[in-house]
């Protein structure tokens, strides 16, 4: 199984975007500052992930929500409304 997450940042509310095999094990990764790139905004929260069967399909749902296309910004409003209830 992979899986495609968003994580928000509690420090200044960022929406991160990305793919993994092990979601778990990704998403402590993300808090413990692994991950060089978004390290500085730790503590995140996951509010979001979709599950796939293929890698391919994965990966190519991540690059979707990472590009700003509508699809990105329509599942983005899904998710800061659903976080304001």
């Not at 095999?21 to 978004?38: M, P, V, Y």
């Not at 890698?55 to 998710?79: G, P, S, V």
């Amino acid at each position: 199984m992979f899986y495609v997450y968003v994580l928000k940042s509690q420090k200044d509310g960022f929406l991160y975007t990305g793919y993994t095999k092990d979601l778990r094990k990704r998403f402590a990764e993300h808090n413990t500052g692994k991950t060089k790139s978004i390290k500085h905004r730790i503590p995140f929260k996951l509010v979001y992930y979709e599950a796939y069967l293929d890698k391919t399909d994965a990966r190519k749902r991540e690059l979707e929500l990472k590009n700003k296309c509508q699809q990105r910004e329509f599942l983005m409003d899904r998710i800061r409304n659903s976080l304001l209830v």
